[in-house]
C-alpha cells in the first residue's frame, strides 16, 4: 500500500528545462511546491571531459531511467520496427538534459505561430500540405516575449539581438521578432572558423551572426564565464557556465525555502477523484511506492514520458487515459527535421578542437518564411549554423570522402592529415504534425516496472524531404563559397526518439483537437498542467528549449494568478 505524503499545493513532475524553470516563480509567489525527479544531483565531479563516459556510454548513471523505457519506433502502421536505439537522447537528473545539451537558446520568430494563416495569405489554402494538422498557436510571439526576455535574464543567455523594439542591427539577426531589449550578455566569442564561414556568408549577400546560447560569455550571477575547453555536446559543465536549470532557476527556488527536490522518484500514475480533477501522483522511490497528493499538478517530464503518464493514467473518468476523452492524447506528434546534415573538407586545418557547439555562427536568410516561397514546393524553411566542436573519438570517426578506405594503413594515414580539416554543419528545419504521425503505449515493450513505453509512428513526409534538399544545397554553397574541396550529403533518417520531439499535448483553444488550454492546462481537468514541447504545434527551425522554458514560466505566472480559479 502506497504511503501517503503531506499535501502540497502544486507538485511538478521532472526537474528538466520546464519543471525546473516553472518551480522559480511559483515559490517565489509562496506556494508550496514539490518538485518530484527520477535522476539524482549531479556534481562537478560527474562533468569530466570524457567523450567515451558522456558520449559514447551515455552518461550510466546509478538512475537513468530514460535509457530503461526508450520508445519504439515504426515508420507507418505496416512497418517494422526500427532498430531501438541503444540510448535515450533524454537524461534523468536534476537539470535534465539542460546539463549536457549544447546550450542553443533559441526564440521561434512570428511565422512560427501563425503558419497556417499566414501561408493562406501569402500562397493560398492549398499550399499547407495534404494531411497535416497543423493549427495556428492561440497566440503570437508578442504574447510570449515577456517570457522569453524574463527566462533569458533568469538563466543567463549570451548572444547579439537582432532586432529591439523594432531597430535592427545588422550585427544580430535581422529575420527575427521584436525584443524588449538586448541579451543579457554578448555572443560567445568566435573563432577563425567561424569568422571565415560569417565571411563567405556575406560575400554571397547572406546575413550571418552569432546564436544564442545559455552559456555565460562573461560572469554572471555569481557563475564564470564559458572556458572553451570542449567536451559540451553530451557532456555537463563542471564550472556551471553552461545555464542548466540545475544552477540557475532550481537552486534560486530552493532558496525561497517553498520548493523542495525529491530526487529518485519515479512517477508511475496521476491519480484523480471521482469528480475527475488530479489529486497527486504515486511514485516509487527505494522500492517503496508513495502517493503526493496536491491541489494542482505540472507534468514536466519530456514529450514521450508526458504522453505516457497521461495514457497510462486510466481511470472510471478516464478510460482512455487522463486528459484524453477527445483521442488527442499523442495526436499532432513530429521530431524536428534536423537531419540530413551537411559535412565539409577543407585542404587546412579548421582548428576546432575545444570549443562548444554553441559557438557559431548561423544565417536565417532560409529560415521559416524569410523567403519567397511562391515557386517552390514546399512552406517552412532551415536554420543553417556553423559551430566549433571537436571530439577526439568523434574527429577519428569522420568520413573519407571516397579518398581513402574506411580501414588500414592507407585510412590512418588520412586520419591523421585531415582529423581537423572537416565539418559538419547543423540545419535545423521545419517539420509539421500529420494525421498519420503519433505516439501511442507500445502493446508489448515495457519498462522495468511493468508500465508500457511509448511507441512512436512517424515518418518524414514530402514537404520535409523537399525542404531537407533544399537547405542542404544551400549548405553546399556556402562550404564552397568558404573554400571547401569536396562535401557530402546525408539523407534524413528515421523520426525515432530524439531530443527535438513535440506534440502530443497540443496546445489550443479548441478542446477536440488540443490537449490543452492556451494556458497550458487541460481542457478536461481543469487542475492539470503540461510543461515542454508536447505543448507546441509547430517546430520553426530552432531547438525548442528556450520556447519550452518561456512557456513553462507563462504557464506558472497564470497558475499563480489564477490559483483560485486553477487549484479549487
Known amino acids: 500500500m502506497a504511503i501517503e505524503l503531506k499535501k502540497r499545493d502544486v507538485v511538478v513532475v521532472g526537474l528538466g528545462a520546464a519543471g525546473g524553470v516553472a518551480a522559480l516563480p511559483l515559490a517565489r509567489a509562496g506556494l508550496d511546491v514539490v518538485g518530484l525527479e527520477a535522476g539524482t544531483w549531479l556534481t562537478p565531479e560527474d562533468f569530466a571531459p570524457d567523450e567515451v563516459r558522456n558520449n559514447v556510454r551515455g552518461w550510466p548513471h546509478a538512475v537513468q531511467k530514460a535509457n530503461r523505457e526508450i520508445p519504439t519506433h515504426r515508420r507507418n502502421v505496416s512497418a517494422p520496427y526500427s532498430p531501438r536505439a541503444a540510448i535515450h537522447p533524454m537524461m534523468n537528473a536534476v537539470g535534465g538534459t539542460t546539463l549536457h545539451y549544447w546550450g542553443q537558446s533559441w526564440r521561434l520568430n512570428p511565422w512560427d505561430f501563425k503558419v497556417v494563416s499566414e501561408t493562406r495569405r501569402r500562397y493560398g489554402g492549398s499550399r499547407v500540405p495534404a494531411g497535416s494538422t497543423v493549427e495556428d498557436w492561440p497566440f503570437g510571439l508578442e504574447e510570449l516575449e515577456p517570457y522569453y526576455d524574463t527566462v533569458e535574464y533568469e538563466l543567463g543567455v549570451s ?36 569568422e571565415t564561414m560569417a565571411d563567405a556568408a556575406r560575400g554571397l549577400g547572406w546575413h550571418p551572426f552569432p546564436g544564442p546560447a545559455a552559456i555565460t560569455s562573461r560572469a554572471y550571477d555569481g557563475r564564470p564565464a564559458c572556458a572553451y575547453h570542449g567536451f559540451c555536446a553530451r557532456g555537463g559543465c563542471h564550472i556551471r557556465a553552461k545555464s542548466s536549470t540545475a544552477v540557475t532557476t532550481i537552486p534560486k527556488a530552493q532558496q525561497t525555502k517553498r520548493f523542495e527536490v525529491v530526487t529518485e522518484a519515479v512517477v508511475t500514475t496521476v491519480e484523480v477523484d ?12 527505494g522500492g517503496m511506492e508513495y502517493f503526493q497528493p496536491a491541489d494542482v499538478v505540472l507534468l514536466a517530464s519530456y514529450v514521450y514520458e508526458n504522453v505516457r503518464l497521461l495514457l497510462v493514467s486510466k481511470s472510471a473518468a478516464f478510460p482512455n487515459g487522463l486528459s484524453n476523452s477527445h483521442g488527442q492524447v499523442g495526436r499532432h506528434y513530429f521530431s524536428h527535421n534536423q537531419g540530413a546534415p551537411v559535412t565539409a573538407l577543407f585542404p587546412r586545418e579548421l582548428n576546432t ?34 559551430y566549433s566542436d571537436r571530439r577526439p573519438i568523434a574527429a577519428a570517426d569522420m568520413s573519407t570522402f571516397g579518398r581513402a578506405p574506411r ?24 517539420t509539421l504534425p500529420y494525421e498519420d504521425n503519433y505516439l501511442d503505449l507500445d502493446p508489448v515493450v515495457k519498462d522495468p516496472l511493468g508500465y508500457p513505453v511509448i511507441r512512436i509512428t512517424a515518418d518524414y513526409k514530402d514537404n520535409d524531404r523537399k525542404l531537407a534538399a533544399f537547405i542542404q544545397d544551400l549548405m553546399v554553397q556556402w562550404y564552397m563559397a568558404a573554400g571547401a574541396v569536396a562535401v557530402e550529403r546525408t539523407p534524413l533518417g528515421t523520426m525515432g526518439p530524439t531530443t527535438h520531439a513535440y506534440g502530443g499535448t497540443r496546445m489550443g483553444d479548441n478542446p477536440e483537437t488540443n490537449v490543452v488550454n492556451r494556458w497550458g492546462f487541460s481542457h478536461e481537468v481543469p487542475n492539470l498542467g503540461v510543461l515542454g514541447a508536447s505543448v507546441m504545434g509547430t517546430s520553426g527551425a530552432r531547438n525548442p528549449t528556450l520556447t519550452v522554458q518561456a512557456l513553462a514560466w507563462r504557464t506558472a505566472d497564470y497558475l499563480v494568478g489564477n490559483w483560485k480559479t486553477v487549484a479549487t
Open 159 to 194: 548572444g547579439k539581438a537582432g532586432n529591439i523594439q523594432g531597430k535592427i542591427d545588422a550585427r544580430g539577426n535581422i529575420f527575427e521578432g521584436l525584443r524588449r531589449r538586448e541579451y543579457p550578455m554578448p555572443p560567445l566569442r568566435g573563432s577563425g572558423f567561424t
Open 274 to 285: 471521482g469528480n475527475g480533477r488530479v489529486r497527486g501522483v504515486s511514485y516509487v522511490k
Open 407 to 430: 580501414w588500414g594503413s592507407a585510412w590512418k594515414a588520412f586520419i591523421r592529415q585531415n582529423a581537423d580539416r572537416w565539418n559538419t554543419a547543423y540545419l535545423q528545419k521545419t
Open 353 to 386: 578542437w575545444y570549443g562548444l557547439p554553441a559557438q557559431g555562427v548561423a544565417v536565417d536568410n532560409w529560415a521559416d518564411d524569410n523567403f519567397d516561397h511562391s515557386k517552390l514546393d514546399f512552406i517552412g524553411g532551415g536554420n543553417l549554423w556553423i
